[in-house]
């Protein structure tokens, strides 16, 4: 899965099984998964909108796509080892209504696979979550009535899968070196559940249990980002949620002066290119992708060419670090 964005639209590619709440939702394979912001007057068809936006990229229509008011530099992104969260979210002051309007947009992806029924369950896992969080602010309703949600799973998971959990800005220096959880299993895991005591749904309970405040904050102007915010769930120190900034970060650089840190969490990992890293013995057993000394998207043209072109192979970046 490769995730990336502008101003107005965050896109997931890959190949995926998924279920959606959202517009022309269901439950089907897809290769893009994506969540666009429309102006507050917004009167289109939303069918016909998203068609027409997925084809001005250039992506196939097979796609699930949600809509939202919120601007996308408010998108929260949560990783808790194979689980990724994003979330969009606004709502209006507690007024006693059982709704309120504006949307929450909840996408879930988990890079191991997961029956259909997993899939769905996730969505109710995610649903609980939403309005355990919202009562917990005070709000008086579980939701908004625009609110969607997406779960996908790999449909290409490798026979031989890693777990991470990396330890938030520390890795910069032991890149997943200490990561507790990283373990390397001989099989093709599929989740048959995803209540929340599951492997799967204990980490969406989590996730946005803990996102969706961070990304009300945010939208609410109550914490101000430039850029949508990225959290990482650490078990270096005593398990917490980490929020990675580049700004002010204590081991820039850990590589070379003049270095780029737009990708510090590497969007290719694990890549498991053998000239960018190696297999190593874990501290709790097992194996993990360590590429402490990998500095290919660090690299200022090779970081460019990726915000370009964010599809790009890592072959094709290899190619261009040749030539720079």
């Given amino acids: 899965m490769r995730y990336f964005g502008g101003d107005t639209t965050l ?31 917004f009167k289109d068809d939303p069918p016909r909108y998203l068609d027409q936006l997925v084809a001005r990229h250039g992506f196939f229509r097979d796609y699930f796509g949600l809509i939202t008011a919120v601007d996308m530099r408010h998108l929260c992104i949560l990783q808790y080892d194979f689980i990724t969260v994003f979330i969009t979210a606004g709502v209006t002051n507690p007024t006693g209504a059982a709704t309120a309007p504006r949307t929450i947009n909840i996408i879930v992806h988990s890079r191991e696979g997961m029956t259909d029924a997993a899939l769905l369950e996730a969505i109710v896992t995610a649903t609980g979550a939403k309005a355990q969080a919202l009562h917990t602010l005070g709000y008086d309703f579980p939701g908004t009535t625009t609110d969607a949600v997406v779960v996908a799973c790999e449909r290409d998971a490798p026979a031989s899968h890693l777990r991470c959990s990396c330890s938030g800005p520390a890795a910069l220096r032991t890149s997943h070196l200490r990561c507790s959880n990283s373990v390397l299993s001989g099989h093709r895991p599929v989740h048959t559940y995803a209540g929340p005591l599951t492997e799967v749904g204990r980490r969406v309970h989590a996730a946005v249990l803990h996102g969706l405040p961070e990304a009300l904050a945010r939208q609410q102007g109550k914490v101000r980002r430039s850029d949508p915010s990225f959290f990482i769930y650490s078990r270096y120190g005593g ?42 013995e874990s501290s709790n057993g097992g194996r993990v992708w360590a590429c402490t000394g990998c500095t290919l998207l660090h690299v200022p043209e090779i970081a460019d060419y990726v915000k370009r072109n964010p599809e790009a192979t890592l072959v094709e970046l290899k190619r261009l670090r040749d030539r720079v």
């Fill in 11 to 41: 896109f997931l590619r890959g190949r995926f099984r998924a279920a959606s709440t959202g517009i022309n939702g269901g439950l089907s394979n897809v290769t893009t998964i994506l969540n666009h912001t429309v102006p507050h007057d």
């Fill in 239 to 280: 398990e917490h949620w980490v929020e990675w900034q580049k700004e002010g970060c204590p081991y820039y650089p850990c590589h070379f002066p003049g270095q780029r840190c737009d990708y510090c969490y590497c969007p290719c990992y694990p890549c498991v290119d053998e000239e960018l890293g190696e297999w190593v």
